[in-house]
């Protein structure tokens, strides 16, 4: 599919059902980009809902190296425009009418992501967004206000990507945002290339728990009484806690795990051998040499946050898995 011969913009309008709208949302961050197409539907009081008709997810490693030489790989930046020319050819044929593209963490912090944006424009026709941390942190907060739960909850709601992670803490709407540098990919890049030795992992758990004291300043752990969990990363881990056999989202979607048994799959999977981790169906393979970094930042947040909510005298006794995440709300946000 070549560039769409209309003025570009953000977001790319074509002719419109009047009561339906075709909409498709990528979100490309440092270890995955992925596609939603969905029809946007009229809900109570006027909100907008979703309707998938598709989901599509690959790994690509966008951020391979940018930790540490802050620029975007180019054997990585092909990886991806080729799943970008892919997911282009998938939108044309469920006709979407209109497209919003997502960057995050790898392609905000690499000095040569402008090669990005201009093959994606090239492939999409319509000019890709890199978000801040805070605009990455709004859009999953409003995603994951679809999955289940106490939606009169305080929810805190952590995006745990390869890059950065976000905590979003409300209600109906965000209240305290914070993005940490930091995630499942540059954790791994930084100390755990090498295996999950004791000196590596006490110093990556040192620099999770120094960037947990800054987020705290921001953001009222202690206040939440729900604790909703997005992205790979977190959803793997619930399906070790679970006992799945694959990925299955009906299990998965609005899970509820005690932090004790979360907190126990996370000790597991950092310590997990090669074989175990290619015995698992849920974790793909893609993932599996960044999943041990994952589950040691996801221990560090639970672990902070069972802290202070018991220090705040209502402590969390468990976690809720959202499905539903940034990809939903980038769709959303096109209604």
């Known amino acids: 599919m070549g560039p769409v011969p209309l003025l570009l913009l953000t977001t790319l309008t074509l002719k419109e059902d009047p009561v339906m709208t075709r909409v ?48 975007l790989d180019p054997q990585a930046l ?62 999953s907060f409003r995603g994951a206000l679809l999955s289940a739960g106490d939606q ?19 209600v109906k709407t965000p209240e305290s945002i ?7 990919v540059r954790i791994t890049e930084r100390y755990l290339a090498d295996g999950v030795t004791p000196q590596a992992e006490a110093a990556a758990r040192g620099e999770v728990r120094y ?3 800054q987020a705290g300043v921001q953001v009222d752990l202690g206040s939440a009484t729900e604790l909703v969990g997005l992205a790979g990363t977190i959803t793997t881990i619930t399906a070790h806690a679970l006992g799945l056999d694959d990925f299955d989202p009906a299990a998965l979607s609005g899970a509820r795990v005690s932090t004790e048994q979360a907190l126990i799959s996370c000790d597991a999977i950092v310590h997990s051998t090669a074989a175990e981790r290619e015995s698992w169906a849920y974790l793909r393979p893609g993932r599996r040499d960044v999943i041990a970094a994952g589950a040691l930042v996801w221990s560090e947040v639970i672990g902070r946050v069972v802290t202070e909510t018991r220090t705040a005298g209502h ?21």
């Open 24 to 71: 498709a949302a990528f979100d490309c961050g440092t270890n995955t980009i992925r596609l939603l197409v969905a029809d946007l539907e009229p809900g109570d009081g006027g909100a907008a809902g979703l309707r998938p008709l598709l989901r599509l997810n690959e790994i690509v490693r966008l951020g391979q190296g940018v930790d540490r030489t802050g620029r």
């Open 78 to 139: 092909d990886r991806t425009l080729a799943v970008v020319a892919d997911y282009a050819d998938r939108c044309e044929e469920l006709g979407a009418q209109r497209l919003r593209f997502v960057a995050t963490s790898a392609t905000r912090d690499a000095e040569n992501r402008q090669v990005f944006v201009d093959g994606v424009r090239e492939l999409l026709g319509i000019e890709p967004q890199v978000v801040t941390g805070q605009e990455e942190a709004h859009l």
């Open 152 to 170: 009169g909850a305080k929810r805190l709601v952590v995006d745990l990507g390869g890059g950065s992670t976000e905590l979003v803490l409300g």
């Open 178 to 184: 914070y993005s940490m540098d930091t995630g499942s």
């Open 211 to 213: 960037l947990l004291d």
């Open 315 to 335: 402590p969390l006794g468990s976690t809720i898995t959202s499905l539903h995440d940034i990809l939903d709300g980038i769709a959303l946000s096109l209604a």
